[in-house]
């Protein structure tokens, strides 16, 4: 054997990160609601704007 | 994922209609160049893509799809050009039909048309990285770092990864920007407060203390404790509301004082010297065009990329490609990370002058207030336009752009109208001349204004705190997915650098048996070091050789695929990727590609027939696992060396009574095929340095070399005791010298045919026996079931056997005894 065993793998490196990051964040004292709200943001609706990941962060508008 | 069956290409690129027959396998296509080969990776990305690479993204400036995409003549009707592939899913045991033409890249008709099918296609969709051509290749070993991160970055569909950390970053550092401004509005809520309460410290008991003494004088209670809600002048009458609102004469003058030390401050030595620092630089920035127009520009593409959610450009509602138009985009806003940097240092040097702005406006607006209340009023119209204008320049500074009236707003600055000082003047007077309070008088007021900016203390710290609880998530939320992007990014090359090291050691064990690499992710960069036969790590491109770089290229691309599809990585294009490498590490290449990636098809191209054969001998294809294009034409596309096709077009050319073509392709074919027959059956050929063999070298040593393999298996046979075999192997052989004996009679008229170029003296009845002749001499090296040329098994050591491609022809070499 030469180099790495085949794995199996679906190739989404991002999807990956997703995950290992709400992963992360669920072991440290931030509500799990946001957790909740980002995993809808990144992982089921994909969406990866600033507005969305403010609203997921906040639940509204930060204050101005 | 994939395995593809076979390919019909119709009116593409440069070919009118071709059909190629992978059936699953490994395959090559051979030929020189411009013979078609790329064609046929083309339709192949085109197929399973919908995209052509080649035709599109960086530097192909006005050529498209679209209009470049169908064969030349068919340009004006891109219907007509069309890619089919048969296309087998391991995964779900079946074989589905994939079918696009140029006329509309984005739609695909798939047969049949079931979700699970629809699904492998749209993940191929995302993959263009299935072909990999040199140009591509070099792009992860010879580019500089950043360029490597952004190749390696896309292959891994890294960009959403890189998005989503920019997002986080910026509603962070807007979070804490957002709260500056509060926490100003605190503390100067705390000094009003701290002067209301004549401490100097905001400590519970001295609050209470303070507030007690006050309240002892008018007999109310005392205070033992704080609470959020605690009036420090809980249980006092409230005024009746005949009872006009007084200026506490004490309070008033010790504001007076504060606001006097505001505005002195900013006419002070070392406001002007920030000042003047400040302008100097901002000077510098606008006058270099570049850079005052590209901070516009940082903010007006960061406003773009919000916007960007579908496939338009949310600015002039073009269709792009919605991945190409955010990294378009994204990359004009890397380019001005320095321009960013400038304004950053700005900005903090000017956070002193919006501070002092900012206590010169609170501390102005209280005195306007009290020239209100004042008998007469004090006029302090004066004061209430300075606090305008300070408000109005703290907007400009923290706003910053356009620079040049941010420099106009700061020349001002150190500027304090006289009759500012004038107003604050008359209103001291005014306060100074008013009659003292009596005691209790004093210690309503004193607890009245105390309580009030006590409230408004609270209110700015709610917020400051609130906004602060907000800003520590947005960083918490922002550094946590750095730190798990790192590590998972960390890892993911630690993985990907072990296993192109251990490819690379593969291809180079003879000499480069200890080869390491590293790979090093920093700050959006991908450095890529490699071991120099163990004096050190470098670039690339720093001392191994332009083959040994191609390698190299190949090993990381392959050990990316391996990371990123694992198990399902079953097809690859290498588009002529090994041009620089030499024979020997070729052969070791398809040793690794055969050895390491069993269940990957790989469809290769190449214009070296040697590298073709080495595939052949290493066993990385099959036999017929090929085709070899020997030319191209407008009309035809690319031809092949094809025996049929061949024959009939001699014999086409005959019917014209062309003899001159069909001479000249009958030798162009017999060189073609006694190259393959003398590799094939190991037959000895005069060595020659430049590789240029005649035909005349290469076909009799081919024949003669049959003649003694015959021979060979007869005595083996004999040892054997065979008589049945060697009967069968003297049929073979006196058949095969009556096809040779009819080419050697036939031979002067070849040469002169051919070879001599006197084809004019032969007519078409003259040269007909000539094509026959050689055309059944070369099926006496051919086995009639497969019509494959036979070969001596092994390609190296000691011949054992000649052998077809089907098994049928099987004739042993080996004596008893050996």
Redo the contacts between chains.
């Keep these: 054997m030469?180099?790495?065993p085949?794995?199996?793998?679906k190739?989404?490196?991002?999807a990956?990160?997703?995950e290992?990051?709400l992963e992360?964040?669920e072991e440290?004292s931030?509500p799990v609601e946001?957790v909740a709200r980002?995993r809808k943001a990144?992982i089921e609706e994909?969406s990866?704007?600033?507005?969305a990941?403010?609203m997921a962060?906040?639940s509204e508008e930060?204050?101005? | 994922m994939i395995r593809v069956d076979s390919i019909t290409i119709k009116q593409f690129r440069g070919i009118r209609d071709l059909t190629l027959d992978f059936k699953g396998k490994n395959f090559a296509i051979c030929g020189s160049n411009g013979t078609g080969k790329s064609g046929v990776v083309d339709a192949l990305e085109f197929a399973l893509t919908g995209n052509v690479s080649r035709l599109s993204g960086e530097g192909r400036g006005d050529i498209s799809l679209k209009q470049h995409g169908p064969h030349v003549d068919k340009r004006n009707d891109p219907d007509k050009a069309r890619v089919t592939v048969k296309v087998a899913i391991p995964s779900q045991s079946k074989t589905i039909t994939i079918e696009r033409t140029l006329k509309s890249p984005a739609s695909v008709h798939v047969t049949p048309h079931d979700q699970a099918a629809l699904e492998v296609l749209r993940q191929l969709e995302t993959h263009p990285e299935i072909v990999l051509s040199r140009r591509e290749l070099i792009r992860y070993v010879l580019a500089t770092p950043g360029k490597r991160a952004e190749e390696v970055q896309a292959l891994l569909h890294l960009d959403q990864v890189e998005k989503v950390r920019a997002c986080l970053q910026k509603i962070a550092n807007t979070c804490e920007k957002q709260s500056t401004p509060l926490v100003a509005a605190a503390t100067h809520a705390r000094d009003n407060l701290l002067r209301a309460l004549e401490i100097s410290e905001l400590i519970t008991e001295k609050v209470i203390s303070a507030a007690n003494i006050q309240r002892a004088i008018l007999g109310l209670p005392i205070l033992v404790g704080m609470t959020e809600t605690t009036s420090l002048k809980d249980g006092m009458a409230t005024p009746g509301p005949s009872k006009p609102q007084r200026i506490p004469k004490a309070q008033a003058l010790t504001d007076i004082q504060a606001a006097h030390d505001a505005v002195t401050e900013i006419v002070s030595s070392p406001i002007g010297a920030r000042v003047a620092e400040v302008m100097a630089d901002l000077t510098a920035l606008a006058d270099d065009p570049i850079v005052a127009a590209s901070m516009k520009r940082e903010t007006f593409y960061a406003t773009g990329m919000d916007f960007m959610e579908a496939s338009a450009c949310p600015f002039c509602d073009t269709f792009w490609d919605l991945g190409e138009l955010k990294k378009h985009v994204q990359a004009k806003i890397d380019h001005l990370e320095e321009v960013s940097r400038k304004r950053k240092a700005a900005e903090t040097k000017m956070a002193p002058l919006v501070t002092a702005l900012r206590k010169v406006k609170t501390s102005t607006d209280m005195l306007v207030r009290y020239g209100m209340l004042a008998t007469p009023p004090v006029d302090m119209q004066t004061a209430r336009d300075y606090s305008a204008i300070c408000e109005a320049a703290v907007e400009r500074l923290t706003t910053f752009l356009p620079v040049v009236e941010t420099i106009t707003v700061l020349r001002n600055i150190p500027t304090v109208p006289r009759p500012v000082f004038d107003a604050i003047g008359a209103l001291e007077k005014a306060v100074a001349v008013l009659p003292e309070p009596t005691k209790q008088d004093a210690a309503r007021e004193w607890l009245t204004v105390a309580q009030e900016r006590l409230e408004v203390w609270r209110e700015a710290m709610r917020k400051q705190k609130a906004a602060k609880a907000q800003a520590q998530q947005a960083r918490k939320v922002f550094e946590i997915y750095t730190a798990t992007s790192d590590s998972v990014l960390e890892g993911i090359y630690s993985d990907v650098e072990k296993d192109f090291a251990a490819l690379y050691r593969c291809v180079n064990r003879n000499d480069e048996g200890r080869f390491e690499a590293r790979l090093l992710p920093s700050m959006g960069k991908l450095g890529f070091d490699v071991d120099f036969y163990g004096r050190g790590f470098f670039p690339p491109g720093a001392y191994h050789s332009e083959g040994h770089q191609d390698a190299m290229g190949v090993c990381l691309y392959l050990a990316l695929m391996n990371y990123l599809h694992g198990t399902q990585f079953t097809f690859a294009v290498l588009d002529d990727v090994l041009m620089s490498v030499d024979a020997g590490h070729r052969r070791e290449v398809c040793a690794l590609l055969k050895k390491e990636f069993p269940n990957t098809q790989f469809i290769m191209t190449t214009h070296d027939p040697v590298w073709l054969r080495h595939m052949r001998t290493e066993g990385l294809i099959g036999g017929r696992s090929a085709v070899h294009f020997r030319s191209w034409s407008v009309d035809e596309g690319p031809i092949r060396w094809d025996e049929r096709d061949v024959w009939t077009e001699i014999d086409d050319d005959l019917k014209k009574n062309d003899v001159r073509a069909a001479a000249a392709l009958l030798r162009h074919y017999l060189e073609y095929a006694s190259t393959e027959l003398c590799h094939r059956l190991r037959a000895p050929v005069e060595f020659r340095g430049d590789a240029q063999y005649q035909l005349g070298e290469l076909l009799p040593s081919a024949a003669m070399h049959m003649r003694k393999l015959y021979a060979r298996a007869k005595e083996a046979a004999n040892s054997w005791n065979q008589r049945e075999v060697i009967d069968q192997i003297a049929a073979r052989e006196s058949a095969f010298d009556i096809l040779a004996k009819t080419t050697n009679a036939e031979q002067w008229q070849v040469n002169v045919a051919v070879h001599f170029n006197s084809w004019d003296n032969l007519c078409k009845e003259d040269f007909e026996p000539v094509v026959k002749a050689f055309r059944n001499f070369l099926d006496g090296f051919t086995c009639s079931d497969c019509n494959e040329y036979l070969r001596v098994s092994p390609d190296r050591e000691t011949p054992e056997s000649v052998r077809c491609e089907c098994g049928r022809t099987s004739i042993n070499l080996r004596k008893k005894g050996i």
């Design positions: 030469t180099s790495s085949r794995a199996e793998r190739p989404d490196v991002p990956q990160i997703f290992k990051f992360d964040l440290v931030v946001l980002l990144l994909k990866f704007t600033e507005r990941l403010k962060i906040f930060p204050l101005p």
